[in-house]
Nanobody, 123 residues
């Protein structure tokens, strides 16, 4: 049972990236998937989440610039990030939980965590 985040890289400010969270050993269908980010020396920050019934929630820092999509055929949840800013630079982690079907947030406990993918936005 594993979650794997991928898609990070170096991008110029104003650019876009799509991060993917892939599950192995279980199906993400019906699971809430949350995205978090962290930079060295700072606390982990919640980016947003998609609940099990596909309702999406975003932090104010990224609202309007990001979107979630679920691909059940690939067993992934994607995070499309647009209009990237240097302050979006961080290691991004995905997490999943089966109990967060109707509602999810950054304050919930997620059972499964991925290892993170690094996003660097240059100015």
């Amino acid at each position: 049972v594993q979650l794997q985040a991928s898609g990070g890289g170096l991008v110029q400010a104003g650019g876009s990236l799509k991060l993917s969270c892939a599950a192995s050993g279980f199906s993400l269908d019906g699971f809430a998937v949350g995205w978090f980010r962290q930079t060295p020396g700072k606390e982990r920050e919640w980016v947003g989440c998609i609940s099990g019934d596909d309702t999406t929630y975003f932090s104010q820092s990224v609202k309007g610039r990001v979107a979630f999509s679920r691909d059940n055929t690939k067993n992934t949840v994607n995070l499309q990030m647009n209009s990237l800013k240097p302050e979006d630079t961080a290691k991004y982690y995905c997490a999943a939980d089966s109990d967060l079907y109707y509602l999810c947030s950054g304050n919930d406990e997620y059972h499964y965590w991925g290892q993170g993918t690094l996003v660097t936005v240059s100015s």
